[in-house]
């Protein structure tokens, strides 16, 4: 009979996890509150790009996935992780609240012995001084009864390169014991798992990694625009920086970062400095750097049309979701570029082939065709996610102005006037030599 595990919350991060421990001959209860998700998954059909349907419906017919919303099939469970959102509130402090119903329901169905992990990116102290008293308030004592721990997630949607089970996993347990649980159970997925001294290492492990990038990815997009001024392209640069074989890691400009970690963790880690009486203002200026992207874009548009309105023009932007081959929108700066379009008077069309459908205020929009007619009327066309599969050669054979935020659009020619971020106002023409290693 195979072992069981419970997985709460079948998103981006926990139906993946899920499929891992199918892999490995387990079966997984996999409790979800969205029944759209649940019906969908009962129907054999995934909803996220990089699960296939041929996952799900191996998994499903060999009924290794019980995928439920109710939370009492959790007891046959040796195990259970939670995978619940942790996003900022409207004030960008942590907003715990999925995590607290998460908690609380849980108490009411653990038994003894069962081992519980949080893999939300969370702030250092949540998993003892939030999610263990709610735990205990069944009456279970976690080292004793039940077994915690953490463990941060590293997925990284949209990228093959790196599966989940060839990630290293960072864990640690409330006790020893539950620390040695961790290892055990994770050392039978993961190729490699680490253990640290605390779950407080192991949360800030994870607000460090992204903070990391944070940072990196603001001062790139501050360093874009220096290099407008300058005239210089900043994509040239770095391809010729990175040639360097130490002490240089590329990071590429773009309209500001977005999902569920990179934009979301600093912030959970500057308030939990801030609660403690300190500050990084290395956060704090990244944060202002990252918010300002959208505007910058905006008025390097209206420089692009020698026009110091957007009123009257079309604008369609390329891309909405916060990074490539995805169709997560969340915290992604195309929304907010959309807006300020909009709010400048101009009609806004888009085109994503993984985000059908949009809201942006009361407004719903849906993914045009990205057809020679829709580029051709188009006074710009603005590339915000660079997809793999975009047709490049289509939109620069039939566009007028092409805004380029990614840096797609170098070895390519074409009919359109091309401006890329980080290169100044004057039209691109492509350097080769860097980017085929002469």
Not at 66 to 77: G, K, P
Not at 152 to 158: H, S, T
Not at 219 to 248: H, R, S
Not at 396 to 422: F, I, N, P, S
Request: hydrophobic fraction near 40%; glycine fraction near 8%; proline fraction near 5%.
């Amino acid at each position: 009979m195979s072992r069981v595990i419970g997985v709460i919350g079948l998103g981006y991060v926990g139906l993946p996890l899920a499929l891992a421990f199918i892999q490995q001959g387990y079966s997984v209860i996999g409790v979800d509150v969205n029944e759209q998700k649940i019906k969908t998954l009962h129907s054999k059909k995934s909803y996220l790009p990089d699960v296939s349907d041929e996952a799900v419906h191996i998994s499903i017919t060999g009924k290794k996935l019980i995928a439920t919303s109710n939370y009492a099939r959790l007891t046959e469970a040796e195990a259970v992780i939670l995978c619940v959102p942790t996003p900022l509130t409207a004030n960008h402090t942590p907003d715990l609240s999925y995590l607290l119903q998460v908690g609380a329901a849980l108490s009411k169905v653990l038994r003894q012995g069962q081992l519980i992990i949080l893999e939300s990116s969370t702030y250092p102290g949540t998993t003892r001084e939030v999610l263990m008293p709610l735990l205990e308030q069944g009456g279970l004592k976690v080292g004793n009864d039940i077994y915690l721990g953490y463990s941060p997630e590293r997925i990284n949607p949209g990228n093959p390169n790196y599966t989940m089970e060839i990630i290293p996993k960072v864990v640690s347990g409330i006790t020893e014991q539950c620390t040695d649980k961790i290892l055990e159970l994770y050392a039978t997925v993961f190729s490699e798992v680490i253990p640290v001294s605390s779950p407080e290492a192991a949360e800030l492990t994870k607000l460090l990694e992204n903070s990391y990038r944070f940072v990196n990815i603001s001062f790139i997009n501050e360093f874009a625009m220096l290099c407008d001024q300058l005239n210089i392209d900043i994509w040239e640069v770095i391809t010729a920086a990175k040639t360097k074989p130490y002490g240089f890691s590329a990071f590429y400009p773009g309209p500001g970062v977005g999902g569920h970690c990179i934009p979301v963790d600093p912030l959970y880690l500057q308030w939990s400095a801030n609660r403690r009486g300190a500050n990084s203002k290395f956060i704090e200026y990244s944060q202002a750097i990252n918010l300002s992207m959208p505007n910058y874009i905006v008025e390097r548009v209206k420089d692009c049309l020698g026009d110091a309105t957007l009123a009257g023009k079309s604008i369609l932007v390329i891309g909405v979701s916060y990074k490539r081959n995805i169709d997560d929108v969340r915290e992604s700066s195309a929304l907010n570029l959309m807006t300020l379009f909009m709010q400048e008077g101009a009609t806004v069309l888009y085109h994503d082939p993984y985000v059908p459908e949009v809201t942006i205020g009361d407004c719903r929009l849906k993914s045009e065709e990205l057809s020679a007619q829709n580029l051709a009327v188009a006074d710009c066309v603005v590339i915000v996610t660079d997809h793999s599969q975009l047709p490049l050669q289509l939109i620069l054979d039939h566009a007028r102005l092409v805004y380029d935020t990614r840096g797609m659009t170098r070895g390519y020619e074409g009919k359109a006037r091309v401006v890329r971020l980080g290169s100044g106002l004057q039209e691109q023409r492509s350097v080769h030599f860097l980017e085929h290693g002469q």
